[in-house]
T-cell receptor, first 112, second 114 residues
Framework: GENVEQHPSTLSVQEGDSAVIKCTYSDSASNYFPWYKQELGKRPQLIIDIRSNVGEKKDQRIAVTLNKTAKHFSLHITETQPEDSAVYFCAASKGGYQKVTFGTGTKLQVIP | DGGITQSPKYLFRKEGQNVTLSCEQNLNHDAMYWYRQDPGQGLRLIYYSQIVNDFQKGDIAEGYSVSREKKESFPLTVTSAQKNPTAFYLC?????????????FGDGTRLSIL
């Protein structure tokens, strides 16, 4: 089955700096890669996603890049703010009704 | 997401007891999922259902059971066979079909042993 590895497990950055979280996946058939943000005690919420026919996607301060050959994808947050502090999960799936495999999460702390 | 309702928010289980966690969605989604979340281990899939009256085991199904009698409901029973049930349980749903769609999560149920 699919295996998703996520690094780092914790990340501290100064407010205004950039943060990068990296994930690798094992199944070359995976074609959908969502990223979720989970604030303490709350539900995970989708922040951005990318499909395998696209190499990069950006939404304001958040961007995701995908390298299908190397089977890795990354989340980039620029100009970080204290409200970006949360746990971020990457995930991979083969789409349709297939199950989604999540990474183990990255706890991001933005220091004011 | 107001479209997915999990109840109760907190649940306590006694030794040898089965407990059922409720998950209801009004998003008209075909697929529903149950995840277990432990600190530092991300989200692990327990069961998922792609259509009414059908469901599949996920990665950690032992000690759990589910049913999918209605499209909007996907209850999870934590049986006495699950020896370490203390965790945060999340239900999710998604519309699928031809294109990939994200999962929408409920607010979760925190289960503890008395």
């Amino acid at each position: 089955g699919e295996n998703v590895e996520q690094h780092p497990s914790t990340l501290s950055v100064q407010e205004g700096d950039s943060a990068v979280i990296k994930c690798t996946y094992s199944d070359s058939a995976s074609n959908y890669f969502p990223w979720y943000k989970q604030e303490l005690g709350k539900r995970p919420q989708l922040i951005i996603d990318i499909r395998s026919n696209v190499g990069e996607k950006k939404d304001q301060r958040i961007a995701v890049t995908l390298n299908k050959t190397a089977k890795h994808f990354s989340l980039h947050i620029t100009e970080t703010q204290p409200e970006d502090s949360a746990v971020y999960f990457c995930a991979a799936s083969k789409g349709g009704y297939q199950k989604v495999t999540f990474g183990t999460g990255t706890k991001l702390q933005v220091i004011p | 997401d107001g479209g997915i309702t999990q109840s109760p928010k907190y649940l306590f289980r006694k030794e040898g007891q089965n407990v059922t966690l409720s998950c209801e969605q009004n998003l008209n989604h075909d697929a529903m999922y149950w995840y277990r979340q432990d600190p530092g281990q991300g989200l692990r899939l327990i069961y998922y259902s792609q259509i009414v009256n059908d469901f599949q085991k996920g990665d950690i199904a032992e000690g759990y059971s589910v049913s999918r009698e209605k499209k909007e409901s996907f209850p999870l029973t934590v049986t006495s066979a699950q020896k370490n049930p203390t965790a945060f349980y999340l239900c999710a749903s998604s519309s699928a079909g031809d294109s990939n769609q994200p999962q929408h999560f409920g607010d979760g149920t925190r289960l503890s042993i008395l």
